[in-house]
T-cell receptor, first 114, second 109 residues
Framework: DAGVTQSPTHLIKTRGQQVTLRCSPK?????VSWYQQALGQGPQFIFQ???????QRGNFPDRFSGHQFPNYSSELNVNALLLGDSALYLC?????????????FGPGTRLLVL | GQNIDQPTEMTATEGAIVQINCTYQ??????LFWYQQHAGEAPTFLSY????GLEEKGRFSSFLSRSKGYSYLLLKELQMKDSASYLC??????????FGAGTQVVVTP
């Protein structure tokens, strides 16, 4: 049973560029959440996708956008990259039951903006 | 949102016990999660407490007091592989977690 997978594992970009990160949820999961984790900090919620729509959003600017595909996989796009966007980007998946479900995290994509 | 506080770092020796405290302030409560995160890796689920009391899972136990806004994670019979960051997280809504900054546990021989 495959867990949550993410690609790429590492990425280096320069300021002003755009980046796309990808996530495939754990088998049987239909909800994907994205988090940003700066060094030495806990993950910060970016947004969540369910049924191909953004359902909840954290306190992140519009430069951060996403998409969910019919197979439940998801992409996170960040435009006009800033140095402060350097972080570990984590994808977490869960099942939509209407109740609080455990989220399972992927290995993350480490983004470095120069 | 929530205010979640946990100590930055704790050090203990192999075989010992360590208790990681987490306090939170909330206007609503939907349970509390603990995750373990090794350096450079994804957080892995340890426990989810909704009701008051202690839940034991092998060497790890988690306690919750909703009236006090307090939880702790107890690690027993520490092993070197337990050196990691331990994250306390509270759901702001279904599927939206707010994490503490994490407690780095260092296990020494």
């Amino acid at each position: 049973d495959a867990g949550v997978t993410q690609s790429p594992t590492h990425l280096i970009k320069t300021r002003g560029q755009q980046v796309t990160l990808r996530c495939s949820p754990k088998s049987g999961h239909d909800t994907v959440s994205w988090y940003q984790q700066a060094l030495g900090q806990g993950p910060q919620f970016i947004f969540q996708y369910y049924e191909e729509e953004e359902r909840q959003r954290g306190n992140f600017p519009d430069r951060f956008s996403g998409h969910q595909f019919p197979n439940y996989s998801s992409e996170l796009n960040v435009n006009a990259l800033l140095l402060g966007d350097s972080a570990l980007y984590l994808c977490a998946s869960s099942s939509e039951t209407g109740y609080q479900e455990t989220q399972y995290f992927g290995p993350g994509t480490r983004l470095l903006v120069l | 949102g929530q205010n979640i506080d946990q100590p930055t770092e704790m050090t203990a020796t192999e075989g010992a016990i360590v208790q990681i405290n987490c306090t939170y302030q909330t206007s609503g409560f939907n349970g509390l999660f603990w995750y373990q995160q090794h350096a450079g890796e994804a957080p892995t689920f340890l426990s989810y407490n909704v009701l008051d009391g202690l839940e034991e899972k092998g060497r790890f136990s988690s306690f919750l007091s909703r009236s006090k806004g307090y939880s702790y994670l107890l690690l027993k019979e520490l092993q070197m592989k337990d050196s990691a960051s331990y994250l306390c997280a509270v759901p702001l809504s279904v599927g939206k977690l707010q994490f503490g900054a994490g407690t780095q546990v260092v296990v020494t021989p």
